[in-house]
């Protein structure tokens, strides 16, 4: 009996040992799953059952002492979170918890406190015991603890998503309970409360997402037409994933999967507000910038106003529909659009008014629309011209020649023109615009024929005058001397034979110098785009007759430029002196000025690191060209954001020689000046203060210029909650703590080559630097770019603290200043 008493006892004893290890590994790696008497507490995890996903406590930053339960990747290297539960109510200890509580809630509690600081507030019941399980999705779904249905579940994560989009969740309105599934962006990426961008489905008309910023709206998707989003024509059929959109009396929402398992995808709201599509790069551990939703400028929604439509192969981009004007001619000619346009003949509801076709169009904004999703295009046309309210109907379904309809009772706004993916719609006119549209059509036979006999006879005649004209023609017989010219006579820089245009020529190209072609007004004059009879755009830089100062700059433009040759130089077609003008004709660039891009936070995300890097050594290359392997040695003296024009590949090319200082190779490269020229923020202390310049001067502008394109910010309008100094102050700041990576753009974070960005901080202080002579000329600064030698430490660079130059014996007054969408700009300061 006692022999049996011992072996019991010792069987018990083992079984409780064994129960106690169960409990304990239990308690410690809780599996993929959390049972209702459990808690998971921070240190803890669970992962996914295939291992693709992880869950628990995480603090955004090594620096910071908030604690939050998030659900990122299990196996990337650097933690990238796709889910936080409680964003908006970090815990501040280690203390935390989650757990079910009443086998229907998930709650977050502070341990210390006792307090709960987040709950999933579910509101359905189980019958029996819950549980909480990490999809291998990604989703975490609280169900019975028998019962996987997913119709089971009483609360699920992807119905809560945050700043991220996975494959397999629903992106929009659930009909039956109101649910809205919306995308809202960090506040900052070290911060996951929630930011100011939200992107939502609006259901008032027919259904879109709109990305909102506080009240007001940025950018618009435009309506599903059956296999895209009309606003959206990148949004293709790929090999990553494919997309659906449902559109049921229960539910409207878009989602995709992944073609490939082995693939890893997601979108995501940036904390600037831009819609992004990565991939992970196993290779290179890391993400790879995919597509992003807003492609452009035009993307901003109704940036032209009622009836306009914005191309943004054109420039301006704005431009009023056929049979519109602008509204306020004159805003538009200053750029300003917000006024759109007008009709030129108004409706009345009379016989005759009709409808005309416009394509390759997104759909203009649809809230207040009506819409039929079994109709066909012609009762669409039907009941649209029954209804004297209706301005515009289209197919609500491109696919297999069009179904369904959409109706608009008002404006339309938010259009713009696609080259490819665009869509039809029919917009109500008069009866008299329609009558002169079909007249139109009807002499377009006859103009294929007689136009390109014209055209031809028309070509061969202006060839025959030009090349008579190239032959005489000499430089310093076209330019008139101005008597403030600084060069000396023309003859002593060497001959030379410019290409001359024809001002009929011009005309023709410019739509005789029509306002909706001009893309820029400066102290010279104003700026046109043109197309030439070859279809080759130019840019016109045409000079004001009463201005003084552009003279001098058309002079000592041509003088500078027509001798250069460089690939990251703009190129100078030729220029036109006839009937009193005074006119430059350069290549036109599609992609317009850096500054463009680069401080616009929608438009940032286009240049990614390996680009930026690109543009600092394409510009570093052409400021060593100017400065020692041209012709004439060439200062610059008015480098900036805004005089770096990029190329449809975004090559950049230096342009705006109108300030510039050209040397013979005996001279030597220094100066001084009693009238400073060029824009604060970019000027040398020497030569802002006292007039000296130099090639130094331009290394310093280029220094300034690299921490604007690794920053995206201006450096005098530069903002710091911690401090009152410009960018360079900033950057000197971060260098002295050791903090420089701190310094980029936050769109360039997941491109970025760290090492490649911190030696390319760490040239561009040394070209900031109070003396010139510390300052590397630019052959060293394009070995430093590109190699891998050593650099020295850096000194305290010079306006760091953008100290008042009123202050200081000399003092300056802005006169005039204009940016250009085409990059062509004029900045002249006055000095004593």
């Given at each position: 009996?006692?022999?049996?008493?011992?072996?019991?006892?010792?069987?018990?004893?083992?079984?409780?040992?064994?129960?106690?290890?169960?409990?304990?590994?239990?308690?410690?790696?809780?599996?993929?799953?959390?049972?209702?008497?459990?808690?998971?507490?921070?240190?803890?995890?669970?992962?996914?059952?295939?291992?693709?996903?992880?869950?628990?406590?995480?603090?955004?930053?090594?620096?910071?002492?908030?604690?939050?339960?998030?659900?990122?990747?299990?196996?990337?290297?650097?933690?990238?979170?796709?889910?936080?539960?409680?964003?908006?109510?970090?815990?501040?200890?280690?203390?935390?918890?989650?757990?079910?509580?009443?086998?229907?809630?998930?709650?977050?509690?502070?341990?210390?406190?006792?307090?709960?600081?987040?709950?999933?507030?579910?509101?359905?019941?189980?019958?029996?015991?819950?549980?909480?399980?990490?999809?291998?999705?990604?989703?975490?779904?609280?169900?019975?603890?028998?019962?996987?249905?997913?119709?089971?579940?009483?609360?699920?994560?992807?119905?809560?998503?945050?700043?991220?989009?996975?494959?397999?969740?629903?992106?929009?309105?659930?009909?039956?309970?109101?649910?809205?599934?919306?995308?809202?962006?960090?506040?900052?990426?070290?911060?996951?409360?929630?930011?100011?961008?939200?992107?939502?489905?609006?259901?008032?008309?027919?259904?879109?997402?709109?990305?909102?910023?506080?009240?007001?709206?940025?950018?618009?998707?435009?309506?599903?037409?059956?296999?895209?989003?009309?606003?959206?024509?990148?949004?293709?059929?790929?090999?990553?994933?494919?997309?659906?959109?449902?559109?049921?009396?229960?539910?409207?929402?878009?989602?995709?999967?992944?073609?490939?398992?082995?693939?890893?995808?997601?979108?995501?709201?940036?904390?600037?507000?831009?819609?992004?599509?990565?991939?992970?790069?196993?290779?290179?551990?890391?993400?790879?910038?995919?597509?992003?939703?807003?492609?452009?400028?035009?993307?901003?929604?109704?940036?032209?106003?009622?009836?306009?439509?914005?191309?943004?192969?054109?420039?301006?981009?704005?431009?009023?529909?056929?049979?519109?004007?602008?509204?306020?001619?004159?805003?538009?000619?200053?750029?300003?659009?917000?006024?759109?346009?007008?009709?030129?003949?108004?409706?009345?509801?009379?016989?005759?008014?009709?409808?005309?076709?416009?394509?390759?169009?997104?759909?203009?904004?649809?809230?207040?629309?009506?819409?039929?999703?079994?109709?066909?295009?012609?009762?669409?046309?039907?009941?649209?011209?029954?209804?004297?309210?209706?301005?515009?109907?289209?197919?609500?379904?491109?696919?297999?020649?069009?179904?369904?309809?959409?109706?608009?009772?008002?404006?339309?706004?938010?259009?713009?023109?696609?080259?490819?993916?665009?869509?039809?719609?029919?917009?109500?006119?008069?009866?008299?615009?329609?009558?002169?549209?079909?007249?139109?059509?009807?002499?377009?036979?006859?103009?294929?024929?007689?136009?390109?006999?014209?055209?031809?006879?028309?070509?061969?005649?202006?060839?025959?005058?030009?090349?008579?004209?190239?032959?005489?023609?000499?430089?310093?017989?076209?330019?008139?001397?101005?008597?403030?010219?600084?060069?000396?006579?023309?003859?002593?820089?060497?001959?030379?034979?410019?290409?001359?245009?024809?001002?009929?020529?011009?005309?023709?190209?410019?739509?005789?110098?029509?306002?909706?072609?001009?893309?820029?007004?400066?102290?010279?004059?104003?700026?046109?785009?043109?197309?030439?009879?070859?279809?080759?755009?130019?840019?016109?830089?045409?000079?004001?007759?009463?201005?003084?100062?552009?003279?001098?700059?058309?002079?000592?433009?041509?003088?500078?430029?027509?001798?250069?040759?460089?690939?990251?130089?703009?190129?100078?077609?030729?220029?036109?002196?006839?009937?009193?003008?005074?006119?430059?004709?350069?290549?036109?660039?599609?992609?317009?000025?850096?500054?463009?891009?680069?401080?616009?936070?929608?438009?940032?995300?286009?240049?990614?690191?390996?680009?930026?890097?690109?543009?600092?050594?394409?510009?570093?290359?052409?400021?060593?060209?100017?400065?020692?392997?041209?012709?004439?040695?060439?200062?610059?003296?008015?480098?900036?954001?805004?005089?770096i024009l990029l190329d449809q590949d975004m090559n950049p090319k230096i342009s705006d020689f109108g300030m510039a200082r050209s040397f013979t190779g005996e001279e030597s490269t220094e100066g001084k000046t009693n009238r400073v020229v060029g824009t604060y923020g970019y000027m040398s202390p020497?030569?802002?203060?006292?007039?000296?310049?130099?090639?130094?001067?331009?290394?310093?502008?280029?220094?300034?210029?690299?921490?604007?394109?690794?920053?995206?910010?201006?450096?005098?309008?530069?903002?710091?909650?911690?401090?009152?100094?410009?960018?360079?102050?900033?950057?000197?700041?971060?260098?002295?703590?050791?903090?420089?990576?701190?310094?980029?753009?936050?769109?360039?974070?997941?491109?970025?080559?760290?090492?490649?960005?911190?030696?390319?901080?760490?040239?561009?202080?040394?070209?900031?630097?109070?003396?010139?002579?510390?300052?590397?000329?630019?052959?060293?600064?394009?070995?430093?770019?590109?190699?891998?030698?050593?650099?020295?430490?850096?000194?305290?660079?010079?306006?760091?603290?953008?100290?008042?130059?009123?202050?200081?014996?000399?003092?300056?007054?802005?006169?005039?200043?204009?940016?250009?969408?085409?990059?062509?700009?004029?900045?002249?300061?006055?000095?004593?």
């Open positions: 009996m006692g022999k049996f008493f011992m072996e019991c006892s010792s069987s018990g004893y083992l079984f409780l040992l064994l129960a106690c290890a169960v409990l304990v590994c239990s308690e410690a790696s809780p599996s993929d799953s959390i049972m209702g008497d459990q808690s998971l507490k921070d240190g803890q995890t669970i992962v996914s059952s295939r291992g693709t996903f992880e869950l628990g406590f995480f603090s955004p930053s090594k620096s910071s002492l908030r604690r939050y339960v998030g659900i990122w990747y299990k196996n990337i290297p650097n933690i990238t979170v796709v889910w936080v539960a409680n964003r908006d109510f970090p815990l501040y200890n280690t203390t935390g918890s989650l757990k079910i509580v009443d086998q229907r809630t998930l709650v977050i509690v502070d341990s210390d406190s006792n307090q709960t600081v987040w709950s999933s507030n579910s509101t359905g019941t189980i019958a029996g015991n819950a549980v909480a399980q990490l999809l291998d999705s990604g989703n975490l779904v609280l169900r019975p603890e028998n019962d996987t249905d997913p119709m089971s579940y009483i609360w699920q994560s992807f119905d809560y998503p945050g700043d991220t989009l996975l494959p397999g969740m629903k992106y929009g309105i659930d009909l039956v309970t109101g649910l809205n599934r919306e995308l809202t962006s960090w506040r900052s990426p070290e911060d996951p409360s929630r930011g100011e961008y939200s992107n939502r489905m609006d259901r008032r008309g027919v259904p879109e997402f709109y990305l909102w910023k506080g009240s007001n709206i940025q950018f618009r998707s435009g309506p599903w037409n059956g296999m895209r989003f009309s606003g959206m024509p990148n949004l293709k059929p790929n090999p990553i994933y494919n997309f659906r959109f449902v559109f049921s009396d229960k539910e409207v929402y878009y989602t995709f999967n992944l073609t490939d398992s082995s693939v890893i995808s997601r979108m995501v709201m940036s904390s600037d507000g831009v819609l992004q599509r990565f991939i992970y790069i196993s290779r290179t551990k890391g993400w790879n910038l995919y597509l992003t939703a807003q492609m452009d400028n035009c993307e901003r929604y109704n940036l032209c106003g009622a009836y306009g439509s914005c191309d943004i192969n054109n420039s301006p981009a704005c431009g009023c529909l056929k049979a519109f004007e602008p509204r306020f001619p004159d805003y538009w000619a200053t750029s300003d659009w917000s006024g759109g346009c007008v009709r030129k003949k108004i409706l009345n509801c009379t016989e005759g008014e009709g409808f005309l076709k416009y394509s390759g169009m997104k759909l203009p904004d649809t809230r207040g629309s009506w819409y039929n999703q079994t109709m066909s295009l012609e009762e669409c046309s039907r009941v649209c011209r029954d209804n004297c309210s209706c301005t515009a109907y289209a197919s609500m379904d491109i696919r297999d020649g069009g179904s369904g309809c959409i109706l608009w009772f008002g404006d339309l706004i938010d259009l713009r023109n696609y080259n490819e993916n665009g869509q039809d719609i029919y917009i109500r006119l008069a009866a008299s615009e329609i009558e002169s549209s079909k007249s139109s059509k009807g002499k377009t036979r006859t103009k294929l024929i007689v136009i390109p006999v014209v055209a031809a006879a028309s070509g061969f005649l202006l060839f025959v005058v030009l090349k008579c004209r190239r032959k005489r023609s000499k430089i310093e017989a076209i330019i008139p001397q101005s008597p403030e010219q600084d060069n000396s006579d023309v003859s002593e820089k060497g001959e030379l034979e410019l290409p001359l245009f024809d001002f009929a020529t011009i005309i023709m190209a410019t739509g005789n110098f029509s306002p909706g072609n001009k893309i820029g007004q400066g102290g010279f004059g104003s700026v046109y785009k043109g197309t030439l009879s070859d279809g080759q755009a130019i840019a016109v830089k045409r000079l004001s007759k009463r201005s003084r100062q552009g003279l001098d700059e058309f002079r000592n433009e041509v003088l500078c430029i027509s001798m250069l040759q460089h690939r990251n130089l703009v190129k100078l077609l030729g220029c036109c002196i006839q009937e009193g003008e005074r006119m430059l004709i350069y290549e036109f660039m599609p992609n317009k000025s850096l500054d463009f891009i680069i401080f616009d936070q929608r438009l940032a995300a286009i240049l990614d690191w390996s680009k930026r890097f690109q543009i600092i050594n394409g510009i570093a290359r052409g400021l060593l060209y100017l400065h020692q392997d041209s012709t004439l040695r060439i200062i610059h003296r008015d480098l900036k954001a805004s005089n020497e030569y802002a203060i006292d007039g000296q310049f130099s090639v130094k001067s331009d290394v310093f502008s280029f220094g300034v210029l690299v921490l604007e394109i690794v920053s995206g910010k201006k450096n005098r309008r530069f903002r710091h909650p911690d401090h009152k100094l410009n960018l360079l102050g900033h950057a000197w700041w971060l260098y002295k703590e050791m903090k420089l990576q701190e310094l980029m753009d936050e769109s360039i974070r997941e491109s970025c080559n760290r090492v490649e960005l911190l030696r390319t901080v760490l040239v561009a202080l040394l070209c900031v630097q109070q003396s010139p002579e510390d300052r590397p000329n630019m052959s060293k600064v394009v070995l430093m770019l590109s190699s891998d030698i050593s650099l020295p430490q850096p000194k305290e660079p010079g306006f760091f603290n953008e100290r008042d130059l009123s202050d200081t014996e000399y003092s300056t007054t802005k006169k005039e200043i204009s940016t250009t969408h085409n990059g062509m700009t004029m900045t002249v300061l006055d000095g004593r």
